[in-house]
């Protein structure tokens, strides 16, 4: 399978800061997503980002998959933004078997 | 819109038995995975179901199964449940079976083997 490698781990943040959580894998890929797993379990996809750069509000991504990489930022973070965050990549026909990552836990402190 | 359903949410069971889990995709969503998610594992694709039809399996023994319906509705069965088999179990679905499909989760099964 592809290896998926995220960092960091783990991450304390005031409320208002910005952070830059990065997503590394192990071959080319044809599908990336990110995912926030809230307290609750549910996974809620945030982008779906095989390339390129979206943005929805405080969260923005780039995925630059020539170099096998992608970056989430989140700017003026709140406490809501609290969780594990998760990067996962699909191959070419292969559907939707995803590889995650072990996940950036995030939590931001008022 | 609905987002996807799984039931029941939460699941106790004892080693040997067998447990069934169920998940309605979003509406008009034909692609159905399975996912299981364990601290030590992390999240790991069990299957994916499309058109009634087994469509990819992931690296898991027999004793896990699964089917989906015409009306798109899985199910996936777990037999001879073990310990190990404690985890959280995440369905997703998509519009069709595809590599370009964005992936829509529901609120998962936490399964709890005695």
């Known amino acids: 399978g592809i290896q998926v490698e995220q960092s960091p781990p783990d991450l304390i943040l005031q409320e208002g800061a910005n952070s830059t959580l990065r997503c590394n894998f192990s071959d080319s890929v044809n599908n990336l997503q990110w995912f926030h797993q809230n307290p609750w379990g549910q996974l809620i996809n945030l982008f779906y980002i095989p390339s390129g750069t979206k943005q929805n509000g405080r969260l923005s991504a780039t995925t630059v998959a020539t170099e096998r990489y992608s970056l989430l930022y989140i700017s003026s973070s709140q406490t809501t933004d609290s969780g594990v965050y998760f990067c996962a990549v699909g191959r070419k026909d292969t559907g939707n078997q995803f590889y995650f990552g072990t996940g950036t836990s995030l939590t931001v402190i008022p | 819109k609905a987002g996807v359903t799984q039931t029941p949410r939460y699941l106790i069971k004892t080693r040997g038995q067998q447990v069934t889990l169920s998940c309605s995709p979003i509406?008009?969503?034909?692609?159905v995975s399975w996912y299981q998610q364990t601290p030590g594992q992390g999240l790991q694709f069990l299957f994916e179901?499309?058109?009634?039809?087994?469509?990819n399996k992931g690296n898991f023994p027999g004793r896990f199964s699964g089917r989906q319906f015409s009306n798109s509705r899985s199910e996936m069965n777990v037999s001879t449940l073990e310990l190990g088999d404690s985890a959280l179990y995440l369905c997703a679905s998509s519009l069709v079976y595809s590599t370009n499909e964005k992936l829509f989760f529901g609120s998962g099964t936490q399964l709890s083997v005695l």
């Open positions: 179901y499309f058109s009634e039809t087994q469509r």
């Open positions: 509406s008009g969503h034909r692609s």
